[in-house]
């Protein structure tokens, strides 16, 4: 396939009441929500038009008409409209306060302010928000460079408060058809093992070891074993598949589908998302499969810090990090 090379550009848009940027180049095509937690809306194949992400059904529109400055979304998924989000915190402590599972996400549902930048081959977006309710200040660059079919995420999260930050960071990319459907390969990082997060909530107590399961081999909740490794087709009802991954030393994962011309490879910084937690659905209502580079195994903020597994900021201090999704063309 022949793609002329062409200049990088973005706009500014209105999508459903809420402010957005698009950047592309002549590969790819992504919408960033900078009025929505800077969600990336779409990831777009050009040349093909193929989107890459899943959206719900509803999707934006239970947010037309809504403030997000005066009335926030307490958690990133009410309502969820699929997407890629950044969960900043996903679980947090600090002093006497904690962000448990009803309020996770705060990053998601608020306004960022930004700034687009243009340079010679390239052209980025530059976010920045304090969150109202953690004490943490948040600045990410989205960033596309003329003849490359990849988007550059650069981000650097700061503790403004006098006291300890304890907290997970979580990407959530949730990947749809065409890209997922039952003949897509799934490539995990090379090393990981699974944790059956199910099993382990059942039983704290148990040596942490017995919750490791293979990648090719997992237990749902049913009892029913799934190779993480291939995609389920879409089925009435289906079933939901949660498994956080660890244990890798490269931040690499990717899907191919053998009747498309790429191969989408998600590559992200292991020492901040030392762990990849694997979600999938695939009934009637959402066909997915999600890839979220994360700090942390656990769900729990007590379990992160049990086995010294979440991000401590110290007042003050700073902790960078970068995810890239890019499309590779097999020769």
Known sequence: MVIMRGACEASEEIIT????????NEWLKAVILVGKGTDIWELIYKPLNISLLMRTGPGLEPLRGRDLRKDRLVHYADPYPGGW???IPN????????????????????????EIKRQEGEISLRCWVSLPYTPLSIEKTFRIRTGEPELYIAEEITNISGELVHF?????????????DEGSQLLLPEGSRAFNMRRYEQNREEPIESFE????????????????????AREPGGESCYMPLFGFTHGEAGIYNPNLP??????WDSDTFPCLRYWSQNDNDMYTVALEPSSSRFSDIDDCLRYNNCITLQPGEKRPAWVNVRLEHPE
């Open 17 to 24: 009441g809420i402010q957005a940027v698009r950047l592309e």
């Open 85 to 87: 989000q950044d969960i």
């Open 91 to 114: 679980r947090a402590r600090f002093g006497n306060r904690e962000v448990g599972h009803q309020r996770e996400g705060e990053s998601c549902g608020i306004p960022w302010d930004y």
């Open 168 to 180: 997970i960071w979580t990407h959530h990319p949730a990947f749809g058809s065409p890209l997922v």
């Open 213 to 232: 399961e293979e990648t090719t081999s997992v237990t749902l909740a049913g009892g029913k074993r799934k190779n993480l490794l291939k995609v389920d």
């Open 262 to 267: 790429f191969l989408l490879r998600l590559q």
